[in-house]
């Protein structure tokens, strides 16, 4: 049976998860992912010197270091490249590796001064220990993680904007720095927060797996913050639970674990950006392809008065086409094939006509036009109309047929 | 006497001690169509981000509907340069106009259905309406650059400052904008934007702004668009010289509205 303890444990972790999913999102979206891996590791230094000036363990008095040693990292973060010729993502290395050593320092340090168990509560900051923390601070952070959550869902009109238009945000009076800054805290609190339940080096795959699967499923902005909080929130969850039943799994790692898995479903059966659709959407395109091939083959054939070609002629020879897009054709009832003799059907040849026109004015408007919008080129579409505006394909038809005319 | 929309005195603006504006002394009226031209790294995209307000200016000052910049809480309808941003960004048309409707919607309060009607009003004006639920990067270079402007009109300002919008557009994007800059002068709005093309300026504008780290030259078209100062802009670079001349040889023979089409 679960313990009440274990069930409060796990509400704060699913609050944990969804504010890492919130904030992440942003940071995904603002491609400043890595920043959530340096100030992870920034808060280490800040515990360390808390512990040593304050002598105490209490979460408050080391979250507050944390946060503090956070808000520093974040500054220079942000500094270093504004007043040296440093860029962003040095800058962010940098400081993480440099806090991130000054903190081992100092807790090897506190290892061999203080008593062991002061140390090895400090330990256990590096992988998280959320099956094994109190009530108290399980309460505490999921109050704060749901407080944060709630500061993104209000602002996110706002944050929309400063995330995907800063300028735009900055001309239509937005206090683009406040905002900045105001994602800067919220990433700094989230960090800090998830420090005790997952631990300084895997705090960031918390904060940045869940928005990275929610991106598979969607292209809009509100239904990314919620599949990302979600996740996050099922993570957390699921980590917790699977750690407090065997306590020689940290907890950490497992929640970590759970996110990935969901990131590894996400890439592989996203309906539209999956590994698997788009694999499939490629090869149905290149089998349509093949299929015209085989008609255009066909067509010109018939047009040529042989009405019929052999299989041989269609799969070997100049035309070489697959046999499987060969065996479309025939289901999709383009061909039908009498004996060795394959012949067009009317529908066939319908439709080997228009993609042969289809290609014309393709062409057509290829070296007609000095401006091209080459965002608008698909030679593979064959209803050339929902590409280009109507009266440019009539205008291209016209001096297509004044061409031929001509010649 | 028309009232001026922007008017900027002494304006020194540097990145890094190095001067890209140097003493602009300039009055911008209202209601006019103003094409600020120049080559590249003349400063012209800074000039727009100081009447923007998101430069600030070494020396020198803004003044924007007789405000001074500082203290100004006019709203600026902006288009930036279509590169500024990620398309790859998961939000679709309609939520990009919409946040020309932010603004005036004040913090925390969500968009409802007036803003929606708004914004859907404003990319029919763009010729849009139709691709209101596609993704933003699902659209052709042209199409993204409408939906700037459909989101800048749905800021509903009485000052426009678009970066080059007619960059790399198809034929049928062009005469979008160029139906929506008529519109917006018929309203009386003020309309400045930065383009490259010298052979349709005199057919779409009637202010022009000649940029070249100073300002060479500043005006009505007629005037101000002459072969000299197209010579004291763009130096003595030759192709440029070239659409220069031709540019004025069809002011001089076609007169405002002519041109060749």
């Given at each position: 049976m679960i313990s009440p303890n274990t069930l409060v444990i796990l509400a704060g972790t699913t609050a944990l998860g969804i504010c890492c999913g919130l904030v992440g999102a942003l940071m995904l979206l603002r491609r400043r992912a890595l920043l959530s891996d340096a100030l992870a590791h920034a808060t280490l230094p800040g515990v360390c010197i808390a512990f040593l000036l304050s002598g105490s363990r209490s979460t408050i008095v080391l979250g507050v270091g944390a946060l503090i040693s956070a808000l520093i990292g974040a500054a220079l973060v942000s500094w270093l490249p504004r007043f040296s010729r440093v860029r962003r993502d040095s800058a962010t290395a940098c400081i993480l590796g440099i806090l991130f050593g000054a903190g081992i320092a100092l807790s090897a340090i506190i290892q061999r001064s203080g008593p062991g168990a002061a140390a090895a509560g400090l330990d256990?900051?590096?992988?998280?220990?959320a099956a094994g923390m109190l009530r108290s601070e399980a309460m505490l952070l999921g109050g704060c993680a749901l407080v944060m959550s709630l500061l993104v869902l209000v602002l996110r009109k706002e944050l929309l904007v400063s995330c995907f238009d800063p300028l735009f945000g900055r001309c239509s009076g937005q206090p683009t720095g406040a905002l900045d800054l105001l994602q800067t805290a919220l990433l700094a609190g989230t960090v800090v927060l998830a420090l005790p339940a997952v631990g300084v080096v895997l705090t960031a795959a918390l904060v940045v797996i869940p928005p990275a699967a929610a991106r598979f499923w969607t292209d809009r902005f509100d239904s990314l913050l919620r599949i990302s909080a979600l996740l996050g929130a099922v993570s957390g969850m699921l980590g917790t639970a699977i750690s407090s039943g065997h306590p020689e799994l940290p907890a950490g790692p497992v929640i970590v674990l759970s996110a990935t898995s969901f990131f590894t479903l996400s890439l592989l059966i996203a309906p539209k950006r999956g590994l698997i659709a788009r694999k499939l959407r490629s090869s149905a395109r290149k089998q349509q392809r093949e299929v015209r091939r085989i008609l255009h083959a066909l067509l010109l054939a018939s047009e040529q008065d042989l009405h019929s070609l052999s299989t041989d002629q269609i799969v070997a020879?100049?035309?070489?086409?697959s046999p499987r897009a060969l065996k479309q054709a025939i289901i999709d009832g383009f061909i039908e094939r009498q004996g060795d003799r394959l012949q067009l059907k009317p529908l066939g040849s319908e439709r080997a006509r228009r993609a042969r026109k289809s290609q014309e004015i393709w062409r057509e408007w290829l070296t007609s036009e000095?401006?091209?919008?080459?965002?608008?080129?698909?030679?593979?579409?064959?209803?050339?109309e929902k590409l280009l505006p109507l009266e440019l394909v009539r205008s291209l038809e016209n001096s297509i047929e004044l061409r031929k005319t001509t010649t | 006497m028309i009232k001026p929309a922007v008017e900027i005195h002494d304006l020194t603006v540097a990145y890094r001690e190095k001067p890209v504006l140097w003493d602009i002394d300039v009055v911008i009226p209202e209601g006019s169509l103003c094409a600020i031209v120049g080559p590249n790294g003349a400063g012209k995209t800074t000039l727009l981000s100081s009447i923007l307000g998101t430069i600030k200016p070494a020396s020198g000052w803004l003044k924007i509907f007789d405000q001074p910049i500082e203290e100004s809480e006019e709203l600026i309808g902006f288009v930036p340069q279509?590169?500024?941003?990620?398309?790859?960004?998961?939000?679709e048309v309609l939520d990009v106009v919409m946040m020309g409707t932010y603004r005036r919607l004040g913090w925390f309060r969500r968009p409802g259905k007036a803003q929606h009607d708004w914004a859907m009003e404003c990319l029919e004006a763009v010729g849009m309406a139709d691709l209101h639920r596609r993704q933003i990067g699902e659209l052709s270079g042209g199409q993204q650059q409408r939906v700037f402007i459909a989101r800048a009109l749905a800021q509903d300002a009485r000052l426009f400052l678009m970066d080059?919008?007619?960059?790399?557009?198809?034929a049928a994007t062009e005469d979008a904008i160029r139906h929506v800059l008529e519109d917006l002068k018929r309203q009386g709005r003020t309309v400045i934007l930065v383009h490259?093309?010298?052979?349709?300026i005199e057919q779409f504008f009637d202010h022009v702004l000649l940029l070249n780290l100073r300002l060479i030259a500043s005006g009505p078209t007629m005037e101000t668009f002459t072969r000299k100062n197209l010579l004291r802009t763009y130096g003595g670079r030759l192709t440029l010289l070239d659409e220069a001349a031709e540019a004025v040889r069809r002011i001089r023979t076609g007169g405002g509205g002519g041109g060749g089409s």
């Open positions: 256990s900051l590096l992988l998280g220990r020879g100049s035309v070489s086409a000095a401006a091209i919008d080459r965002d608008l080129i698909d030679l593979d579409e064959e209803d050339i | 279509r590169e500024s941003v990620d398309w790859d960004f998961p939000v080059e919008p007619f960059a790399g557009v198809d490259h093309d010298l052979q349709t």
